[in-house]
């Protein structure tokens, strides 16, 4: 399939902006990574990739990448000097360190334990807490992919403001109202706060199912 997408946009005179920021983010020890998209694309014309640290190590460090063909990396330098006042120095250095003394290797594996003990938390507390609701449980990146149980995830969103809880509605990522039945859940929390989301979840469905709106006092904390 990567290598037909390649050759029908190449055939088209079209480049693919390949989004591979959570590549490095496999959960299971016995997931078999597909080729990445530029390894069908020698010549480097056709397939943009981008990458970030934010992600695959810290969401702090705000850093990314771009692999191209030269002459179009030689373009993007040019634009983005009439755009901003260039990248951070020490993100950039800190970033140089990691990768050419093999702590690179060493942030991402403990960024995967991380994210693996949150996803199995979060997964633990949402099937105790919202038992109709379906998803497959991701063996990589940072999010849960949830389908509600016939709720509204707009309206899971607005409720779960109300009860001290944020979560993206399916809407968010996808167009003319695509998705309404889904929320996206990131695990980057885990243990008690990964069961104190889910419980304020299931409040924020329990008013959403019965059509009920929450008291006027606001939540004192939010879990996000």
């Known amino acids: ?125 949402v099937r105790r807490e919202l038992p109709e609701w379906e998803f497959e449980v991701p063996r990589g990146g940072l999010t849960l992919w949830v389908r509600t149980g016939g709720l509204s995830g707009s309206r899971l969103a607005v409720a779960g403001e109300r009860v001290g809880v944020r979560v993206p509605s399916g809407p968010r990522f996808g167009v003319d109202g695509a998705f309404e039945g889904y929320v996206r859940l990131p695990f980057t929390v885990g243990g008690p706060v990964a069961d104190e989301a889910a419980v304020r979840l299931a409040a924020a469905a329990q008013l959403v199912g019965s059509g009920a709106s929450a008291g006027a006092e606001a939540p004192r904390t939010f879990v996000a």
């Open 1 to 125: 399939q990567r290598r037909a997408l390649v050759d029908a946009a190449r055939s088209a005179g079209t480049v693919l902006v390949v989004d591979e920021t959570m590549n490095e983010l496999h959960l299971d020890d016995d997931v078999e990574m597909p080729r990445r998209v530029c390894a069908f694309d020698p010549a480097g014309s056709t397939v943009l990739t981008v990458g970030s640290a934010s992600k695959a190590f810290w969401a702090g460090m705000r850093i990314g990448w771009v692999r191209a063909a030269p002459d179009v990396i030689r373009s993007l330098v040019s634009a983005r000097a009439y755009a901003d006042m260039g990248t951070p120095v020490l993100e950039q250095l800190a970033i140089n360190w990691l990768m050419r003394t093999g702590g690179w290797e060493e942030a991402v594996e403990i960024r995967r334990g991380q994210a693996r003990e949150n996803r199995d938390a979060l997964v633990a507390a």
